[in-house]
């Protein structure tokens, strides 16, 4: 399978919302409501923060927001901080256990 | 407190063998998934595979089927990714996540990574 297309960079100011978009197949996220959303920053090992598309394990932050159209799923950050300046996957689920990831996007607070 | 901790890093030559482990605690790594995923320089995360280790099925993305072997010993609580002859282009940082369950399509645990080098 191949990996789910993502944009390679995102922006914006503090306060402001950005959106990262995660675009696969009918086989993956377009069949699946089964998208997960990791960050990962500078050195450090990846950390989920979505999950089922919508779900926020404890302890993420409410900024953080996941949706689903078609073959897209969204990852929202809302009131952007600086903390937030890092990379972010998107992976969906494709049947069979096997699973792919997005190519990665660099959000950065300007 | 879920926890899986990975080998330390690796320095090889090319043509050689490797075998890297992840082990978890806090939880009982037979009753879940393990996956192994690869970070080469710069770029983003890469899903190579994942094994069960109550029972060892184990599958691969095509893109690594053939070229690393996936394996788990469940007495020890420890899933292994080798290698049977390294090349210069393995050369990354590999984690090894752990699937929430067998219909929990997500991955809630991850280990520190462990950065495998080759170079002659």
């Known amino acids: 399978q191949s990996a789910l297309t993502q944009p390679a960079s995102v922006s914006g100011s503090p306060g402001q919302s950005i959106t990262i978009s995660c675009t696969g197949t009918s086989s993956d996220v377009g069949t699946y409501d089964l998208v997960s959303w990791y960050q990962q920053h500078p050195g450090k090992a990846p950390k989920l923060i979505i999950y089922e598309v919508t779900q926020r394990p404890s302890g993420v932050s409410n900024r953080f927001s996941g949706s689903k159209s078609g073959n897209t799923a969204s990852l929202t950050i809302s009131g952007l901080q600086a903390e937030d300046e890092a990379d972010y996957y998107c992976?969906?689920?494709?049947?069979?256990?096997?699973?792919?990831f997005g190519g990665g996007t660099k959000a950065t607070v300007l | 407190e879920v926890q899986l901790v990975q080998s330390g890093a690796e320095v090889k030559k090319p043509g050689e063998s490797l075998k890297i482990s992840c082990m978890g605690s806090g939880y009982s790594l037979t009753s879940y998934w393990i996956a192994w995923v690869r970070q080469m320089p710069g770029k983003g995360l890469e899903w190579m595979g994942i094994i069960y280790p109550g029972d060892s099925d184990t599958r691969y993305s095509p893109s690594f089927q053939g070229q690393v072997t996936i394996s788990a010993d469940r007495s020890i609580s420890t899933a292994y990714l080798q290698w049977s002859s390294l090349k210069a282009s393995d050369t990354a940082m590999y984690y090894c996540?752990?699937?929430?369950?067998?219909?929990?399509?997500?991955?809630?645990?991850w280990g520190q990574g462990t950065l495998v080098t080759v170079s002659s």
């Open positions: 996540a752990r699937r929430r369950g067998s219909s929990l399509n997500w991955f809630d645990a």
């Open positions: 992976c969906s689920y494709a049947g069979s256990s096997i699973f792919v």
